[in-house]
């Protein structure tokens, strides 16, 4: 648990609360990522927590328990790999009070620790400030530039992409 707020994967009855933060932040989040916007997406999502396609992690307040936002490892390979990617967002409710980086803190602990990761590999576009700032403050060295990596609403987008091993995790 962090100081502010601590992390747990979703359950079926989460659908709504994910939905609400979906619904109030969609225009916060616009262009970098696009949330479902129905039931039925945000439970499809949790069905995919739930059968380990993704582990996706809640991040809730510690005082009343509100959804802050929302850490996925995806992407999850052993083996030799051991590698994750990581993704984040945050409800416009909480944007800029440090919360995040809390929660982000608990899901790479959970990532190295818990999973027995070895690497994690942020992609971010270039032009979401805020989060290329989260991804420097825990850590995370700039590896490269890819071009038109990632579709995101309907276009090919630009990324930089950030990484951390375990061993220069320092939590």
């Given at each position: 648990?962090?100081?502010?707020?601590?992390?747990?994967?979703?359950?079926?009855?989460?659908?709504?609360?994910?939905?609400?933060?979906?619904?109030?932040?969609?225009?916060?989040?616009?262009?970098?990522?696009?949330?479902?916007?129905?039931?039925?997406?945000?439970?499809?999502?949790?069905?995919?927590?739930?059968?380990?396609?993704?582990?996706?992690?809640?991040?809730?307040?510690?005082?009343?328990?509100?959804?802050?936002?929302?850490?996925?490892?995806?992407?999850?390979?052993?083996?030799?790999?051991?590698?994750?990617?990581?993704?984040?967002?945050?409800?416009?409710?909480?944007?800029?009070?440090?919360?995040?980086?809390?929660?982000?803190?608990?899901?790479?602990?959970?990532?190295?620790?818990?999973?027995?990761?070895?690497?994690?590999?942020?992609?971010?576009?270039?032009?979401?400030?805020?989060?290329?700032?989260?991804?420097?403050?825990?850590?995370?060295?700039?590896?490269?530039?890819?071009?038109?990596?990632?579709?995101?609403?309907g276009e090919w987008r630009d990324h930089e992409r950030w990484a951390m091993t375990v061993e220069s995790w320092s939590p």
């Amino acid at each position: 648990m962090g100081s502010r707020v601590f992390i747990r994967t979703p359950d079926e009855d989460d659908w709504s609360v994910l939905l609400d933060l979906h619904q109030r932040s969609a225009d916060f989040h616009a262009p970098w990522v696009s949330l479902a916007q129905d039931e039925r997406g945000c439970k499809r999502y949790i069905q995919r927590c739930q059968a380990g396609t993704v582990e996706g992690l809640l991040i809730c307040h510690g005082v009343d328990q509100a959804l802050v936002g929302v850490v996925n490892l995806s992407q999850i390979f052993y083996g030799g790999f051991q590698s994750a990617y990581l993704g984040y967002y945050v409800s416009v409710a909480y944007a800029g009070q440090g919360l995040m980086t809390e929660g982000v803190t608990l899901a790479i602990n959970h990532a190295f620790t818990t999973l027995k990761l070895h690497r994690l590999e942020a992609n971010i576009q270039p032009g979401n400030a805020d989060s290329l700032k989260l991804v420097a403050r825990l850590g995370f060295t700039r590896e490269g530039f890819s071009r038109q990596y990632l579709r995101v609403n309907g276009e090919w987008r630009d990324h930089e992409r950030w990484a951390m091993t375990v061993e220069s995790w320092s939590p």
